[in-house]
């Protein structure tokens, strides 16, 4: 990133979070006593998080010789919408990530363009809320980048992150995240495991990944990427596939 760029990208980051820090307090100020609180549990959590936590810590970064031998898949593992297995079919030479919503230029990039940008690498821990944890290396240009090219307009909130499997059900795989949480300098758009292209299991061609989430925040399966400043409208309205289900929405660790 350019300095001017790198500036900009900060002061950006900077605001947002003032800016959601600012909502919480308010809410907190105007709940009428421990009921109001109870009431609203999800928001309790990630507001009780993110006091005891710095917004920004960093997810741990492991050393090469802690990755694991084979990156265990979970959930959807080989998707069969026929638009999937058409790309697929191709190397996913045809796809593309859309990236628009509450933008002022909405834009698309191939994987060649994707993997032509600025990219981070880590090696970190995959926690999933079903028991198990895995060590991986992943590679990708940071969201918060790919947002700041797009132009997020002021009064946006969430990223929500479509996905081109359904896992067998009804309603395709989507998640969100928090504005402050996709700037993360270490939420990154992951194109590559352990230095080579995602395999199929683990998301190909590209998933998302906010090290500081639990495992099923991380969408495979991207097709597009919508900020919006509601998550109300969205498939259940909570904000995820599995938040639908009854899955707590922050699911910061
Ligand atoms: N599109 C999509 N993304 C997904 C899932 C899924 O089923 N579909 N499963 C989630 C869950 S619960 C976990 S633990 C991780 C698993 O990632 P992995 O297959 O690379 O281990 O992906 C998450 N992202
Ligand atoms: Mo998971």
Redesign the pocket.
């Known amino acids: 990133m350019r300095s001017r760029d790198r500036r900009s990208f900060l002061a950006r980051a900077g605001a947002v979070g003032g800016a959601a820090w600012l909502a919480g307090c308010d809410r907190l100020a105007t709940k009428s006593g421990f009921a109001g609180w109870l009431g609203s549990s999800d928001g309790l959590t990630e507001r009780v998080q993110r006091s005891l936590t710095a917004r920004d810590a960093l997810a741990h970064e492991y050393d090469e010789s802690a990755i694991a031998s084979s990156?265990?898949?979970?959930?959807?593992?080989n998707?069969q919408a026929p638009e999937y297995l058409t790309l697929r079919a191709n190397d996913f030479r045809d796809w593309r990530l859309a990236i628009g919503g509450m933008v002022r230029a909405p834009f698309s990039l191939s994987l060649d363009e994707l993997r032509a940008l600025p990219a981070r690498t880590q090696i970190t821990r995959?926690?999933?809320?079903?028991g198990?944890s895995?060590i991986?290396k992943w590679t990708g240009p940071l969201l918060g980048s790919i947002l700041e090219r797009a132009g997020v307009e002021s009064a946006a909130r969430f990223v929500v992150?479509r996905?081109?499997?359904n896992?067998g059900g009804v309603g395709?795989?989507?998640?969100s995240i928090a504005l402050e949480d996709a700037y993360h300098p270490q939420t990154i758009l992951a194109y590559n495991?352990n230095d080579k292209a995602l395999p199929v299991?683990?998301?190909a061609p590209l998933?998302v990944r906010p090290e500081r989430m639990?495992?099923?925040?991380?969408?495979?399966?991207?097709s597009g990427i919508e900020v919006v400043d509601s998550l109300a409208g969205i498939e259940g309205g909570k904000g995820g596939?599995?938040e639908d289900r009854g899955y707590q929405w922050f699911g910061g660790i």
């Not at 990156?71 to 593992?77: C, D, L």
């Open positions: 990156f265990r898949a979970n959930g959807s593992i998707p995959h926690d999933c809320v079903e198990w895995a991986g992150f996905c081109m499997d896992l395709m795989y989507y998640e495991l299991a683990n998301g998933r639990l495992g099923y925040k991380m969408a495979k399966y991207l596939y599995w």
